[in-house]
T-cell receptor, first 117, second 112 residues
Framework: GAVVSQHPSWVICKSGTSVKIECRSL??????MFWYRQFPKQSLMLMAT?????????EQGVEKDKFLINHASLTLSTLTVTSAHPEDSSFYIC?????????????FGPGTRLTVL | LAKTTQPISMDSYEGQEVNITCSHN???????ITWYQQFPSQGPRFIIQ???TKVTNEVASLFIPADRKSSTLSLPRVSLSDTAVYYC?????????????FGTGTRLTIIP
């Protein structure tokens, strides 16, 4: 199946710094990618929908100025956590669909574990 | 989007068939039923998707009764590596570009 990668797989940063997470579709193009956040022992919560060439759509309660999303190409979306704080520590996961597959499944990246000290 | 209800957790022994049932009483006409599997510290993985009756692939089977108000994911002869959280999602997911709403999932533990 299609492959989605994320980089880095884990990151530790100091409070107040910004962290960028990359999501790439390796063997397919994706006009739409999704960003999720998952706290320990909890389910995935959708944060935003990333659209290539246009602004992201954020879910209610997600601060767009804190979680900056850029989808500059058909294979890359980035999530920047600005001025990170310990409460932003979480597992961040992206997903995308292979539009050429004709199947209704989304492919998820391996996730990025963010720890803010 | 239709809300789903599934058991919080299940245990099973290796080699047995495991059936996880999901209730979705408010499923809409254009909604599909999709199951994802998630291992710890990994992203979810698509297992199977169906609209009605029965769907089978190399990994699992999905049984959907005529009223579509519930569905059952069947995993044949499970092994320790099937220990994971299984999510049942209901929505217009045929095209795959729709945003997914994850419920609580079922934490399946396989016992040796």
């Amino acid at each position: 199946g299609a492959v989605v990668s994320q980089h880095p797989s884990w990151v530790i940063c100091k409070s107040g710094t910004s962290v960028k997470i990359e999501c790439r579709s390796l063997d397919f193009q994706a006009t739409t990618m999704f960003w999720y956040r998952q706290f320990p022992k909890q389910s995935l919560m959708l944060m935003a929908t990333s659209n290539e060439g246009s602004k992201a759509t954020y879910e209610q309660g997600v601060e767009k100025d804190k979680f900056l999303i850029n989808h500059a190409s058909l294979t890359l979306s980035t999530l920047t956590v600005t001025s990170a704080h310990p409460e932003d520590s979480s597992f961040y996961i992206c997903s995308a669909r292979d539009q050429g597959s004709g199947r209704g499944e989304q492919f998820f990246g391996p996730g990025t574990r963010l720890t803010v000290l | 989007l239709a809300k789903t209800t599934q058991p919080i957790s299940m245990d099973s022994y290796e080699g047995q068939e495991v059936n996880i049932t999901c209730s979705h009483n408010n499923i809409a006409t254009n909604d599909y039923i999709t199951w994802y599997q998630q291992f710890p510290s990994q992203g979810p993985r698509f297992i199977i998707q169906g609209y009605k009756t029965k769907v089978t692939n190399e990994v699992a089977s999905l049984f959907i009764p005529a009223d579509r108000k519930s569905s059952t994911l069947s995993l044949p002869r499970v092994s320790l590596s099937d220990t994971a959280v299984y999510y049942c999602l209901v929505g217009p997911y045929a095209r795959g570009n729709e945003k997914l709403t994850f419920g609580t999932g079922t934490r399946l533990t396989i016992i040796p």
